[in-house]
């Protein structure tokens, strides 16, 4: 073989292999990107799971602390005093700050709970109901709504034109309680 011939076979063999085309940079740049961005959808995803599991740990908290508040003012509690509606926007006096007769402590508390569930849940309202005589069940239902999606294009009674989609959530939990004073 001609050794000129065999120098031209060497050098377009060797430029051949010897880098990346365009096309092939492009093509994994795009591989790339859509692996980041199914990354970052994974990672909102888990957030809003994040963040609705704490909505319901904070409905469950909330719905037996005002249960063990019900408990620890058994007098109030056997005469049905905290099944109000609408709960009350404010207390007659603090009664952690002076004593308070049960019906007292009772409103108290239940401005406690409200305050407390508007705060810490988004939309939040809460319903007591009392059944029974002599022992009575209370039953607590807590109801919030969440963000679920935000879609655009959709218009709502205000001027905006971009409004989130909710879903809305209850959290209900029930105690017997009996008349402590009847106990021998």
Do not use: H
């Not at 940079?25 to 990107?33: H, K, M, P, R, W």
């Not at 294009?153 to 959530?169: K, Q």
Request: glycine share 8%; with cysteine; hydrophobic share 45%.
């Amino acid at each position: 073989m001609n050794m000129n011939r065999m120098k031209g076979l060497q050098y377009r063999a060797r430029s051949a292999s010897s880098g990346f085309s365009i096309m092939e940079i492009l093509v994994t740049l795009f591989v790339l990107a859509a692996g980041l961005l199914g990354t970052a959808a994974l990672q909102a995803l888990a957030l809003k799971t994040n963040q609705g599991g704490q909505m319901r740990t904070q409905a469950v908290i909330l719905g037996l602390d005002i249960l063990e508040r019900i408990e620890a003012n058994n007098p109030a509690a056997v005469a049905g005093k905290y099944a109000v509606s609408p709960l009350p926007a404010a207390a007659g006096k603090n009664c952690y700050a002076a004593p308070c007769l049960p019906d007292e402590f009772a409103t108290y508390d239940l401005v406690q709970f409200k305050n407390r569930i508007e705060a810490q849940l988004p939309g939040a309202t809460a319903t007591i109901v009392v059944t029974g005589a002599g022992a009575v069940t209370y039953t607590v239902q807590i109801d919030w709504v969440e963000r679920i999606t935000k879609s655009s294009g959709t218009t709502v009674a205000t001027t905006a034109t971009t409004t989130a989609s909710t879903e809305s959530f209850s959290y209900r939990v029930s105690r017997t309680y009996y008349d402590r004073s009847l106990a021998v």
